[in-house]
């Protein structure tokens, strides 16, 4: 049985103050939910805050970005090595947004997940297709391509610590969700392309989210797919309430 994981992306919300404040509200509450594993992705300006109150809890601290050198002149940046000394134990890798206003490609995406994996932060690797892309029929083409090229060079000892988060980017921010049948069906074809890539025994242990607006109302019929194996939650885990629908829900399941 893979372990659920429910990881919160707050994306470019929440000041150090309004992190702690969440997070005080979620530790009690997620204190007794051992089947389950919980990460929150703050801003960078409230790691050190969220670190300090989630410590001795049970949840884990994702960063949203990092870039691939130790150190230098890349203004705006940050490293690994900051990540870790924020107390980041895990990392969001490509998501739909850095790919589409911030020039994220699968060759960069490639580059950070190395470092990622170098510097022992677990990555949360993102791919996704447009709503185009949907239309056109081309989705498993765009995963496929965002696979292979996001994972090369990464053998088969660190792809176990590889999280992939399949975000249909139509579905992010939109009210839109997947059906439950296609988001497992994009999962059950990343499963079936590591499976080619590494082997059987990689594949059946990857832990694949679903990132497209999943909340509390569809949580039980996504994650009753055999292939998804949890959530990338945006807008939901913004407040204690709505993420914690989601967790207890993952909780069960996992009962």
């Not at 000394?85 to 850095?98: D, F, L, M, P, T």
């Not at 139509?170 to 990343?190: D, L, N």
């Not at 694949?208 to 999943?214: A, F, L, P, R, T």
């Not at 945006?234 to 909780?251: M, R, T, V, Y």
Request: charge should be neutral; glycine fraction near 10%.
């Amino acid at each position: 049985m893979r372990k659920y994981i429910i990881a919160g992306n707050w994306k470019m919300n929440k000041t150090g103050a309004e992190a702690i404040q969440l997070v005080n509200a979620l530790v009690p509450k997620v204190a007794s939910l051992k089947k389950v594993d919980v990460v929150i992705c703050p801003p960078f300006t409230a790691l050190s805050q969220a670190s300090e109150a989630i410590k001795n809890s049970n949840i884990g601290l994702g960063a949203q970005n990092m870039y691939w050198e130790d150190s230098g002149a890349f203004t705006g940046e940050v490293s690994a090595a900051m990540l870790l000394n924020a107390g980041c134990q895990y990392v969001i890798i490509g998501h739909s947004e850095r790919r589409q206003f911030f020039g994220e490609t699968n060759q960069t995406v490639n580059k950070k997940t190395q470092k990622a994996l170098a510097a022992g932060l677990l990555p949360i690797v993102c791919v996704g297709e447009t709503l185009q892309e949907r239309q056109s029929g081309v989705t498993e083409k765009v995963i496929n391509v965002q696979v292979v090229e996001g994972l090369a060079g990464i053998n088969s000892e660190e792809m176990k610590k590889v999280i992939i988060a399949y975000e249909p980017v139509w579905a992010i921010g939109t009210g839109v969700t997947a059906t439950p049948e296609q988001a497992e069906a994009v999962h059950a074809f990343i499963r079936g392309l590591i499976e080619k890539l590494y082997s059987k025994n990689i594949a059946a242990g990857l832990r694949i989210q679903y990132g497209g607006s999943m909340k509390a109302e569809n949580t039980e019929e996504l994650l009753n797919q055999p292939d998804i194996d949890g959530g990338l939650i945006g807008g939901a885990s913004l407040k204690a309430d709505s993420f914690l629908g989601i967790i207890e829900i993952a909780n069960k399941l996992s009962a």
